[in-house]
C-alpha cells in the first residue's frame, strides 16, 4: 500500500470516538490503522480468530461441565423422587395397618358390649 494516501473524514461523536481510541490502545495500533483493518480485515483477523477459537475452546469446556452436572441432577431428582414415593408407600402402609386395629379395637368392645348380660348393660357397670 504504498504511495498516495489521501484522507477521508468521518464524524463520529465523542463517544464513538472513545471507544475506538480505546479498542486501538487494546490491540495497541493507531486509531488510523486500527480503522483500516476493521475495513479491509488485514492483521487483525488471525489474532482474532485465535482468541475467537480460545474463547470457544473455552465456552465448550463450560458447557460441557454443565452437562455433566445437569446429568447429576437428573440423576439426584431421581432418587429424590424414588425416596419420596418409598416413604409415600410406607406412610400409606402405616396408615392402613392403623386403621385394621382400630377396627380390630372396635370389634373387640362390640363383642364385649354384647356379651355383657341385660343388667350391666342397663346400669353402665
Do not use: P, Y
Amino acid at each position: 500500500m504504498t504511495g498516495n494516501r489521501v484522507q477521508i473524514i468521518i464524524r463520529t461523536t465523542d463517544t464513538e470516538r472513545d471507544q475506538v481510541k480505546k479498542l486501538a490502545q487494546e490491540k495497541d495500533v493507531s486509531m488510523n490503522q486500527f480503522i483500516l483493518d476493521a475495513i479491509f480485515d488485514s492483521t487483525s483477523d488471525s489474532s482474532d480468530s485465535k482468541s475467537d477459537i480460545k474463547m470457544i475452546e473455552i465456552l465448550e469446556g463450560q458447557l460441557a461441565k454443565k452437562d455433566e452436572q445437569i446429568e447429576q441432577m437428573q440423576k439426584l431428582l431421581d432418587q429424590q423422587q424414588q425416596l419420596t414415593l418409598q416413604t409415600n408407600q410406607q406412610i400409606q402402609h402405616l396408615q392402613l395397618e392403623e386403621t385394621k386395629e382400630t377396627e380390630k379395637k372396635l370389634e373387640a368392645f362390640e363383642e364385649k358390649e354384647a356379651k355383657k348380660g341385660f343388667f350391666s348393660r342397663w346400669f353402665n357397670s
